[in-house]
Each structure stands twice: as C-alpha cells, then as structure tokens.
T-cell receptor, first 118, second 109 residues
Framework: GAVVSQHPSWVICKSGTSVKIECRSLDFQATTMFWYRQFPKQSLMLMAT?????????EQGVEKDKFLINHASLTLSTLTVTSAHPEDSSFYIC??????????????FGEGSRLTVL | GQNIDQPTEMTATEGAIVQINCTYQTSGFNGLFWYQQHAGEAPTFLSY??LDGLEEKGRFSSFLSRSKGYSYLLLKELQMKDSASYLC??????????WGAGTKLIIKP
C-alpha cells in the first residue's frame, strides 16, 4: 500500500527557535497533503491543507505566519513551526491520499512528529 | 455545526466482543471511516462505509446507518494488541474529514 513518511519522529527545541517537519509520499504523487496536530487524549485537529505549487489552506484559528507550510514537490510537504513556544508542544501528523483512489480513498498517515518545546 | 460523538473509554476482556458506537452530524456526507491509533503512533486505516449495512473484514466489522447518522465498529475475539484508541471520522460534502475524539479501548486478560 501507499506509504507516507514523516521526519523527524521526535524533536526537542528551545523556546524561540524554529523547527521543520518533513512529510513525504513514497510511492505516489500527492498534490494535496494534510497537516494535523493532536494533544494528548484529544482528537486529530486539521491545521491546514497543503497544495502542491500553491498556497496552503489554513483552518480557522491557525496562524499562517507561525505554521509555515511549503509543498515544493508532488512528494514533499514541510511544516515549519516558527518561534516555537511551550504551548506548541504537540504531536504533529501529516497525511495524504493516493489521488488514484479519489476523494474517499484511505488517508495514509505519516509516523507523526512529537515536538517538545522547552 | 458538524459533530462526531463516540464514547471516551471502554473496557473489554480478551477473547470477547466489543462494539464501539459513533454518531455523526455533518454538512453533507461522503462516508464514514474508522482508524486505529496506538499510543504515540499515527492512526492506521481500518474501514470505510458509505452505504448502509455491515462490512466485515476479519475480526473487525463496521456498520453504517445513514438515516440515523450512526456507525459502529465491532471487534471480535479480542486480543491484547487491540488495546488502542479507535477514531471515527465522517467525510462531509467537501470530502473533509470530521474527526471524533476517539474511544480508548482497554483489554483485560
């Protein structure tokens, strides 16, 4: 099946620094990727939809300047948490659908990235 | 508004059967997904229903009633490795997934 890979799995950073998380589709081309964050014991919260070759679509309440998304190629999307603060500590997960399966196809998730901001 | 409801936590015994319910309210409907998520890991796909009825896949089955806005995930012959959170998600008219908070399933020997 399709595989989505995310890196890094764990990252610890100091407050005020920026952190980049990569999401790659390994065996299909993803024109769209989804970025989620998940706090402990809570649901997945969609942050933004990453679109290859154009600007990302952010959900209400998500700061565009803080969470920079770049979808530079059909297999790579990046999420950069800028000027990270302790409240940004969370589990960030990317996902994508194989476009050959249409809009109701299975969402393939990356492994997730656990960010801890000290 | 759009909403997904599922129980927060359930406990079952190894070898038994458990049913996890999910009710949804969405703007349009394009199907209902179930995902399994082990602690600290990303979700993995279990099932997708868009038509009414029961879909069986090994030990796991998923049911959908569109008229009632209701689905359930049925797990048979429970194993300890089934201890996880089970997420219900409905696709709305824009095919955007609306996620439930997940049901934490605890399996006891």
């Amino acid at each position: 099946g399709a595989v989505v890979s995310q890196h890094p799995s764990w990252v610890i950073c100091k407050s005020g620094t920026s952190v980049k998380i990569e999401c790659r589709s390994l065996d299909f081309q993803a024109t769209t990727m989804f970025w989620y964050r998940q706090f402990p014991k809570q649901s997945l919260m969609l942050m933004a939809t990453s679109n290859e070759g154009s600007k990302a679509t952010y959900e209400q309440g998500v700061e565009k300047d803080k969470f920079l998304i770049n979808h530079a190629s059909l297999t790579l999307s990046t999420l950069t948490v800028t000027s990270a603060h302790p409240e940004d500590s969370s589990f960030y997960i990317c996902s994508a659908r194989d476009p050959r399966e249409g809009d109701t196809g299975e969402l393939f998730f990356g492994e997730g990235s656990r960010l801890t901001v000290l | 508004g759009q909403n997904i409801d599922q129980p927060t936590e359930m406990t079952a015994t190894e070898g038994a059967i458990v049913q996890i319910n999910c009710t949804y309210q969405t703007s349009g409907f394009n199907g209902l997904f179930w995902y399994q998520q082990h602690a600290g890991e990303a979700p993995t796909f279990l099932s997708y229903n868009v038509l009414d009825g029961l879909e069986e896949k090994g030990r796991f089955s998923s049911f959908l009633s569109r008229s009632k806005g209701y689905s359930y995930l049925l797990l048979k012959e429970l194993q300890m490795k089934d201890s996880a959170s089970y997420l219900c998600a409905a696709a709305d008219s824009n095919y955007q997934l609306i996620w439930g908070a997940g049901t934490k399933l605890i399996i006891k020997p």
